[in-house]
T-cell receptor
Framework: AQKITQTQPGMFVQEKEAVTLDCTYD???????LFWYKQPSSGEMIFLIY??????QNATEGRYSLNFQKARKSANLVISASQLGDSAMYFC????????FGKGTMLLVSP | DTGVSQDPRHKITKRGQNVTFRCDPI?????LYWYRQTLGQGPEFLTY????????KSRLLSDRFSAERPKGSFSTLEIQRTEQGDSAMYLC?????????????FGPGTRLLVL
């Protein structure tokens, strides 16, 4: 069984600042992946970043990085230099053939 | 590279009617997934296919729900005798099995409203 916990219902950040979105996970799988998706108001889930449980380094994709702390079972998303277009829901997920998602965090970026 | 597409994007129906949704995955992907998302929640897994074979179904998938992927390409999700509780966003995703960092890519979703 897998579980994702996102404790921040909403986050507020000013443009050009960095923001961290929290995610903790619980899984019985010895090897697993961790994913972050962005969901704008249009509804489409947009893949952002992937971290494998055995990856030696934290994943980075442009302005997105994943702060992976395996012992703490956390996989926080860091967005650097926030932009207005980053305003959206953000979901953390884990799994392989099927994904288990958290409830999401709403990020609002202000000018 | 064409992404995942879903049709229709929106559907309004009356309780008791049947509805069918279609998903076209990314062409080289052999896995196709269906998820349901209700307001304020993350997506929940319903079922998935590898090629034509339906490999897993969630307990959420009642006997009113049926999914097919007849030729291993597009898939359909049918809901019979719709109920108001079926109102949700239905998301389709696809991936390539066996690749490193296998990632699911989602379509735009079908929003269903049951009156």
């Amino acid at each position: 069984a897998q579980k994702i916990t996102q404790t921040q219902p909403g986050m507020f950040v000013q443009e050009k600042e960095a923001v961290t979105l929290d995610c903790t996970y619980d899984t019985s799988d010895p090897s697993y992946g961790l994913f972050w998706y962005k969901q704008p108001s249009s509804g489409e889930m947009i893949f952002l970043i992937y971290q494998g449980s055995y990856d030696q380094q934290n994943a980075t994709e442009g302005r997105y990085s994943l702060n992976f702390q395996k012992a703490r079972k956390s996989a926080n998303l860091v967005i650097s230099a926030s932009q207005l277009g980053d305003s959206a829901m953000y979901f953390c997920a884990t799994g392989y053939s099927t994904l288990t998602f958290g409830k999401g965090t709403m990020l609002l970026v202000s000018p | 590279d064409t992404g995942v597409s879903q049709d229709p994007r929106h559907k309004i129906t009356k309780r008791g009617q049947n509805v069918t949704f279609r998903c076209d995955p990314i062409s080289e992907h052999n896995r196709l997934y269906w998820y349901r998302q209700t307001l304020g929640q993350g997506p929940e897994f319903l079922t998935y296919f590898q090629n034509e074979a339906q490999l897993e179904k969630s307990r959420l998938l009642s006997d009113r729900f049926s999914a097919e992927r007849p030729k291993g390409s597009f898939s359909t999700l049918e809901i019979q005798r719709t109920e108001q509780g079926d109102s949700a966003m239905y998301l389709c995703a696809s991936s390539s099995a066996g690749v490193t960092k296998e990632t699911q890519y989602f379509g735009p979703g079908t929003r269903l409203l049951v009156l």
